[in-house]
DNA sequence: CCCGGATCGTTTGCATGCAAATTATTCTGC
DNA sequence: GCAGAATAATTTGCATGCAAACGATCCGGG
C-alpha cells in the first residue's frame, strides 16, 4: 500500500488560492480608485481634506445642523464627525452653539470665513471632478454615476 | 443716496455654492460605495481587516516579497505597509526575514497559518464580492470593472 | 574605487474611520 | 407623569492612510 501523506492530502479542487487575484477584487479597485482622487483633491484644495470639505458643502447646502445629523448627512459616525468639526471650528471655519430646544444636541454652522472658502473652492471642487473622470467618455461617467448610486 | 451693504454686495452670477451638491460628487459616492463594501467585510471575515486581507492575498499569489514592494503590490505606502506587517506578525500569519543579498531588505512570507487562514477565507471573499455587486446586472457589473480598471 | 543618487525600511505627526461603552437628555406608551 | 426606550454627544482603543524626514545600504558613472 502507498503511503498517503496526510488526511488533508485529498487535493479537492486543487489551488483554491491561486483563483483569487487580488487586483480583480472590487474592493481593492475601489480603494486605489479612492487614492487617486485623494491625491487629486489635496493637491487642489490643500486648506482642507475631502471629509473637511464635505462638511463645509454640506454646511453651505443645508444650514446649520446638529453634528450628529451632519455625520448622517455626510456619511460619518458620531466619533469622525466629531473630529472633523474640531479641527474646523480650530481653523474658524465652522462654530458650534447650543441648541436652545434640545441640550443635548450641538447646531454646526459655517463662520464667514467658512463660507468664503467654500464658495472660492468650488470652481476647484469642479475641476478635481473633471480631473478624476478624465480617462472617461461622457457616456462611461454617466454609467459610472448610475452604477455607485445603486451600490451606496 | 441709498446705503450699500459692503462692497462685497454685488452678486455676480448668484449662489455658486447652492450648485454644489455634495450627494452628487463622485468622491463622496466613492466614500459611500468603498464604507459599505468594509461594511459586508467586515461582517464576512471579522479576523483581518481588508488591507490584511489584502497582503496575505498578495502573498498567496506571489510568494515572498519585500516590505516595500508588497505595499506597491498591495497599494499602501512605506509606512502604512509597515503597520499591516507588524499587525500580521503579531498575530502569527505571515513571518519576516532578512534577505541574504540586501541587507536593507526585510522578505514577508506567509506561515502556515496565514496560508490555512486565507484558503479558508477566500470562498467568503468570493462572498463579498456577490454581496457587494448584488444590486446589479451582469452588464453593470461588467461595465463597473471596466469603468474602475481605467480610473486606478 | 568612490561618490552621488536611488532604494529600503523606520519613525513621527496628523487625519480619518469604526466599534463599544458612557453620560445626559428627550421621547413614548401605558 | 413616569419608567423604559431612543437619541445626542463624548471618550477610548484600534487600524488604516499620507507626508516628511531620517539612517543604512546599494548601485552606477566617472
Redesign the interface.
Known sequence: MLARKTVTDYAPAMA???????D???????????????AI?TDAIPEVT?TQF?TL??L??MGPLSQNLLGR???MDAATIKGVVDRLRKQGLIETTADPDDRRRLTVSLTDAG?AL??RA?PA??A??ER??A??SDE?RQ???A??????
Chains 1, 2 share one sequence.
Open positions: 483554491t488560492g491561486k483563483n483569487y487575484i487580488l480583480d477584487q472590487i474592493g481593492f479597485v475601489l480603494r486605489r480608485v479612492t487614492q487617486r482622487h485623494l483633491f475631502t464635505a458643502a454640506k453651505a447646502e448627512l455626510t456619511a463660507r467654500f464658495e468650488v471642487a469642479q478635481i471632478t478624476t473622470l480617462p472617461l462611461e454609467a459610472l454615476q452604477i455607485l448610486l445603486k451600490l451606496a
